[in-house]
């Protein structure tokens, strides 16, 4: 049996400047399928379509033609419960830190959930809860979002939208321009809201080692059009066809790519630091995980 899918696209076709001397194909056909409760990656070089795409998901974008489902139902057939599609798709634009907006910490978090006409109980829970998920206190609350430092805002951000609890939380770049450690705590975040919640998360990002280290499956995008995809491991040990798009596999998986070329008997498609170490240690005699 198949698993199910949340989102699913056929044969999407977008484009630009319709009509004019700016015309372009930002979508190509583009018919994907993706897995629900799982964490799932889209990858391409600037302007191969990836932020295109995940704005059709809720309807920020109507296709030229072609279909875009949500757990099975065509999110432009005309019906109510379509029209809320915001709150089952929920969008991440990339520095969302701008588009806070309110006098607290806990206004700006709670705003999405007061427009599903929660209770004020059900509201505070919510923004209790998707305060917890960034890693961040109660403490913050009453704070100005505007004194908080870039990984704070950032984190403030994205609970908002994870209060929302939608059924997909879509994320387009969501670590751009943070340090290692804010890369970490925004990506601990999204894990967390995955594991507590099973619902699906898809992350647009340019960090092969993002997505080599937190997703299930990839989407590598090119021209307009779904140029690979796969499980992880799959995608990313096709490292020609990568080149090809230019696009990289993670250093590691590169490093360890090259120590097969050199006679070492270690597998190509290791992707993150921790399993390279693993299968360094067991080639040198050791045991366990360094």
Not at 17 to 38: M, N, Q
Not at 80 to 88: A, L, R, S, V
Not at 106 to 134: F, H, T, W
Not at 152 to 164: E, L, P
């Amino acid at each position: 049996m198949a698993n199910e899918a949340v989102i699913k696209t056929e044969e999407l076709t977008y484009v630009y400047g319709k009509g004019t001397p700016f015309y372009r194909v930002a979508l190509d056909r583009v018919s994907l399928s993706i897995e629900k409760g799982s964490v799932t990656g889209i990858i391409g070089h600037t302007g191969s379509g990836k932020s295109t795409l995940v704005q059709h998901f809720n309807r920020l974008l109507k296709p030229e033609s072609g279909t875009v489902s949500v757990s099975g139902k065509d999110i432009w057939e005309k019906t109510d419960e379509n029209g809320k599609i915001c709150f089952k798709v929920g969008l991440v634009f990339q520095y969302p830190e701008y588009q806070l907006f309110e006098e607290t910490v806990e206004a700006d978090v709670a705003y999405g959930p007061k427009n599903m006409g929660l209770s004020e109980e059900e509201i505070n829970e919510r923004v209790k809860r998707s305060l917890q998920l960034v890693g961040l206190s109660e403490s913050y609350l009453q704070q100005s979002p505007f004194e908080l430092s870039g990984g704070q805002k950032r984190r403030v951000a994205i609970a908002g939208i994870m209060a929302m609890e939608p059924e997909v939380l879509v994320l387009d770049e969501p670590a751009a321009g943070l340090d290692p450690q804010g890369r970490k705590e925004i990506f601990s975040g999204i894990l967390r809201y995955r594991e507590q919640t099973g619902k699906t998360v898809i992350i647009v990002s340019h960090s092969m080692e993002d997505m080599a280290s937190y997703c299930d499956s990839v989407i590598v995008m090119n021209r307009g059009e779904v140029f690979l995809s796969g499980q992880t491991r799959e995608v990313f040990s096709k490292a020609d066809a990568l080149s090809s798009v230019h696009l990289n596999v993670p250093q590691i998986t590169s490093f360890m790519s090259k120590l097969q070329k050199m006679g070492y008997p270690v597998p190509s498609d290791v992707l993150t630091v921790e399993d390279a170490a693993d299968v360094l240690v067991k080639l040198l005699g050791g045991e366990g995980t360094c």
